[in-house]
C-alpha cells in the first residue's frame, strides 16, 4: 500500500490538472447549445470539429499566430543573448559592487509589468515605437530568472577550461561562444523555453503596445473575440486550442532537456 498510495494521488493529482484542457477542448467540439446545458457533461453528444475553421476566420487567427511567433522568437533571441553575457559576466568575473549589482538585478523580479507599463509607454510613443515589432520586443528581452539561471550553471564550469581556451588565444567572446555556451544546452533551453511561455502568453503589454490589426498576438485576438453581451464559448475554447498547440508541441519535444537543465542549474530540491 505505501507504492500503491502515491501513485493514486499522482494520478488524481495529474486528472484535476488535465480536468481544464479536456474541458476546453470538450467545449471547442459542441455547438453552442450544449455549452449552455444543465447539468454539463464533458462528452458531447453532438460534437463536431467546424468550431475551429470559423473561429480562425472571424478571428484572423492565422496572422495572430504569425505575429505571436515574431514576438514570441524575437524576444527568445534577444533575451538568450543577453542572459547569458550578464549570466556569464556575473559568474566569471569579479569587480567592485559584483554581488550588490546582481542583488539588485533579481531585486526586478518584485517589479510586475504593470508598474512601469505607463512610462514605458510614453517611452515609446516617444520614439515612434508604437504599433511596432521592435517596440514590442525590445523593452521585454531582459528578465532576472534566465540571468539567475545561466549565472549558476557557468558557475559550475572549471575555469582550467577557461584558462586553457585564454592560453590558445581565444578571445573572451570567443570562450562565451566556443566553450561556456556548448556546454550549457540544458539550461539556454530551458531559459528559452521559459520566454517562450511568458510572452506567447502575454496579453497586457501587447495589448497596450501593439494594439494595431498588424501587431495584434493571438492573446489579444482571443481576448477581443469575447463580445460585450454574449459570448459564444464554442469558438471562443476553439480559438484557446489552437493557442495551446504550440506549447504542447514544444514542452513535449524540450521535455529531456527542460528536466535535465534544471537538474545541471541547481534548483533541484
Known sequence: MKKVIPYILAIGLALFVLLPFLWMFSTAVKPLKETFSWPPYLIPHDWSLENFPISVQRSNAIRALLVSSIYTVGCIVLYLIVASLAGYGFAKYKFPGDSILFLLVLGTVII?????????????????????????????VVEPFGIFLLRQHFKTIPDDFLDAARIDGCSEFGILWKVVLPLSLPPLTVTGLFMFLWRWNELLWPLVVGSGEAQRTIQVAIALFQHEWFVEWNYLMALCVIAIIPILILFILLQRYFIQGVVMSGLKG
Request: a positive charge; aromatic letters at 10%; hydrophobic letters at 60%.
Open 112 to 140: 510586475p509589468i504593470e508598474v512601469i507599463i505607463a512610462p514605458l509607454f510614453m517611452l515609446l510613443k516617444s520614439l515612434g515605437w508604437v504599433n511596432t515589432f521592435h517596440g514590442m520586443i525590445l523593452p521585454r
